[in-house]
């Protein structure tokens, strides 16, 4: 699976668009991106995945570059029980999944 | 229909003794997930199984560490002996192949060896 580089931390006041970057610049044609968040004491939850083209669902967007080597997660509002760490995923299948550090999303009240 | 059910929740045991955790993934799911969390290393997937069979245990720490899935329904992680650095939290996680790798995880078992 490709590696990404996501910031360890952001902050994001509450109300607010919250974006939260990750780097892949060696993604390879089949993969997709993934992410996931883990709120304190909690397993990880699955938030939304893409290929290439941006996705949306009731939770996030999924903004991916034309070239796909970078992606955001956007939040459009957040909130504070959007606290928690991000972790963004790379992976062509059914391979081992592996979690890096993730960003650690603190949203301000 | 219920997530990925894990037990005991909580444990706390003395060094030495043997630990069994337990696992149940979501019904239909044919990939199970265990992994281990701490501070210090993060989320690290230590073995996964496809249709009951272990696919891949490379991350398995060393030979105290032990994995089964007798049938699609159950798992098990069994440490023997326990170690206070194996104190962690521990989750266990499941997917079917369709969807790829979004996986389902259960809420983790604590496990403190003093």
């Known amino acids: 699976d490709a590696k990404t580089t996501q910031p360890p931390s952001m902050d994001c006041a509450e109300g607010r668009a919250a974006n939260l970057p990750c780097n892949h610049s060696t993604i390879s044609g089949n993969e997709y991106v993934y992410w996931y968040r883990q709120i304190h004491s909690q397993g990880p939850q699955y938030i939304i995945h893409g290929l290439k083209n941006n996705e949306t669902n009731e939770m996030a967007s999924l903004i991916i570059t034309e070239d796909r080597k970078s992606s955001t997660l956007i939040l459009p509002h957040a909130t504070l029980r959007d606290t928690a760490v991000y972790y963004c995923i790379v992976s062509g299948g059914y391979q081992k999944v592996t979690f890096g550090i993730g960003t650690k999303l603190q949203v301000i009240p | 229909d219920a997530g990925v059910i894990q037990s005991p929740r909580h444990e706390v045991t003395e060094m030495g003794q043997e630990v069994t955790l337990r696992c149940k993934p979501i019904s239909g799911h044919d990939y199970l997930f265990w992994y281990r969390q701490t501070m210090m290393r993060g989320l690290e997937l230590l073995i996964y199984?496809?249709?009951?069979?272990?696919?891949?245990d490379s991350g398995m720490p060393e030979d105290r560490f032990s994995a089964k899935m007798p049938n699609a329904s159950f798992s098990t992680l069994k440490i023997q002996p326990s170690e206070p650095r194996d104190s962690a939290v521990y989750f266990c996680?499941?997917?079917?192949?369709?969807?790829?790798?979004?996986?389902?995880f259960g809420e983790g078992s604590w496990l403190t060896v003093v």
């Open positions: 199984f496809n249709n009951n069979v272990p696919i891949d």
């Open positions: 996680a499941s997917t079917v192949t369709i969807s790829g790798n979004t996986i389902y």
